[in-house]
């Protein structure tokens, strides 16, 4: 059976003090064996804490992914971060697609698939974003939309591409808000996804994707989601920011 996956993205939040000392108090919880896990963890800290972050966790099981990475190799691009300097600190994955820098960013599935092509070429493992609107979701639109996604960005990749890809099917309508899609709501569609996959690069490879479920995800509802067949993890903002509640997700 595959490993489940919780990645914990903390956006915009935690300092240095903060990321350091939450990194630290997690890691001897677990190596104390307080708690009980047999997940896949990944962290995703703000860029100035990348590197620090990393050399804490190095030669542990966790790792460490970025938030985002710009598009282009290298240039006059004010305030941006490159893949290539990611790999230079010893960064291996990334987040790409998140909602919130589609809506703040402008972020299109043509600057995202370019966004996909960089990640590659600097071999950093891609957990790639999709999901739709509240609106989407009542004109019953959500599976063409999330169609639609997936295939101007990340079906455009050939097969060999594929591997260590994470899908994280996140409905906007549900993320920061409060609101959860329901297990089944969400199981739904994670099936649809891996339909999709199976359509496009066939079962074996399908199997293989990580469809992480995110949106709400929180310490009393995680085991609900995890237990269904086709969520394989989650993707956890909010609640990944106390460590006392990313602890609870980690052992649900
Ligand atoms: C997210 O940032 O991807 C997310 C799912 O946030 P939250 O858990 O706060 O809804």
């Given at each position: 059976m595959k490993k489940k996956?919780?990645?914990?993205?903390?956006?915009?939040?935690?300092?240095?003090?903060?990321?350091?000392s939450f990194l630290r108090n997690l890691l001897k919880i677990l190596l104390d064996k307080k708690i009980n896990h047999k997940k896949k963890v990944i962290i995703a800290p703000s860029f100035?804490?990348?590197?620090?972050?990393?050399?804490?966790?190095?030669?542990?099981?966790?790792?460490?992914?970025?938030?985002?990475?710009?598009?282009?190799?290298?240039?006059?691009y004010t305030g941006e971060v490159s893949a290539s300097m990611l790999k230079s600190i010893g960064i291996?994955?990334?987040?790409?697609g998140h909602s919130e820098r589609k809506k703040y960013c402008y972020e299109t599935n043509d600057i995202l698939l370019k966004k996909i092509h960089i990640s590659f070429k600097y071999r950093l493992n891609i957990i790639f974003c999709v999901g739709e609107t509240f609106f989407e979701r009542e004109r019953k639109e959500q599976f063409t939309v999330v169609k639609n996604q997936l295939e101007e960005t990340v079906f455009q990749c050939s097969s060999e591409k594929m591997i260590d890809f994470i899908i994280a099917y996140e409905p906007i309508w549900a993320i920061g808000t409060g609101k959860t899609a329901t297990p089944e709501q969400a199981q739904k569609m994670?099936?649809?996804?891996?339909?999709?996959?199976?359509?496009?690069?066939?079962?074996?490879?399908s199997k293989k994707i990580s469809i992480l479920y995110g949106g709400s995800l929180n310490e009393i509802n995680a085991k609900n989601f995890f237990s269904k067949e086709d969520i394989d993890g989650g993707l956890v903002g909010n609640s990944s920011l106390q460590i006392e509640k990313f602890l609870k997700i980690l052992s649900s």
């Open positions: 996956i919780v990645i914990a993205n903390w956006k915009m939040n935690h300092d240095f003090y903060e990321t350091t100035p804490f990348l590197q620090i972050s990393n050399q804490i966790l190095q030669g542990t099981a966790f790792s460490i992914a970025a938030q985002n990475v710009h598009q282009m190799e290298n240039g006059s291996q994955k990334v987040i790409l994670h099936k649809y996804i891996r339909t999709l996959f199976i359509d496009k690069y066939g079962e074996k490879i």
